[in-house]
């Protein structure tokens, strides 16, 4: 069965570069979720789309991080002017309607990002 | 904001044995807790959720508790196995209805030893 897929998945940019990263989540599935995990860290939650609608984005680092899911289906994070700093895994998890009282979210494999 | 805690970074065990990993939270108690694995070169995969009002929930070999007045949650691997290595996360969702995105421990990485 199709899980959540991202691409690419991994991605060296040098430091000023512009990167998109593309996560496809489960079909159906209504919130999406971006997060930044560190090496040795645990998952840091970036943004949340429900459908469309962005409701949260007060994890996103810096104004050059910008994530859009315009069809309420693939969503997108883009990194402007890339830094060292933003050298990272990007995980995409996806999770069905909350009304089903199903919390669980499925991960994708994530795009590990290197900035030289 | 939520801290989580979770015991150690690394834990070795023998195979066979009962693997004991801990979560510790330091502000809220949250509506429910929820464990992870995650394996080298990959994303997280839910194992089990606990809810607040639940002491306990069990899933084959692995068992979940929840103790909201100590604020912690234990996570057992019975008869552990070789393949149960992994690293496992702790995750907590924030305060209040309508918000899902979670906060993650740092992670205990677990090493059964044959």
């Known amino acids: 069965g199709a899980g959540v897929s991202q691409s690419p998945r991994y991605k060296v940019a040098k430091r000023g570069q512009d990167v998109a990263l593309r996560c496809d989540p489960i079909?159906?599935?209504?919130?999406l979720f971006w997060y930044q995990q560190a090496l040795g860290q645990g998952p840091e939650f970036l943004t949340y789309f429900q459908n469309e609608a962005q409701l949260d984005k007060s994890g996103l680092p810096s104004d050059r991080f910008f994530a859009e899911r315009p069809e309420g289906s693939v969503s997108t994070l883009k990194i402007q002017r890339t830094q060292q700093e933003d050298s990272a895994v990007y995980l995409c998890a996806s999770q069905a309607l909350a009304g089903t009282f199903s919390y669980e979210q499925y991960f994708g494999p994530g795009t590990r990002l290197t900035v030289t | 904001s939520q801290k989580i805690e979770q015991n150690s970074e690394a834990l070795n065990i023998q195979e066979g044995k009962t693997a004991t990993l801990t979560c510790n939270y330091t502000n809220y108690s949250p509506a429910y807790l929820q464990w992870y694995r995650q394996d080298p070169g990959r994303g997280p995969v839910f194992l089990l959720l606990i809810r607040e009002n639940e002491k306990e929930k069990r899933k084959e070999r692995l068992k979940v508790t929840f103790d909201t007045t100590l604020k912690q949650s234990l996570f057992h691997i019975t008869a552990s196995q070789p393949a149960d290595s992994a690293t496992y996360l702790c995750a907590l969702p924030p305060r209040g209805a309508g918000s899902y995105q979670l906060t993650f421990g740092k992670g205990t990485k677990l090493s059964v030893i044959p």
């Open positions: 079909s159906g599935h209504v919130s």
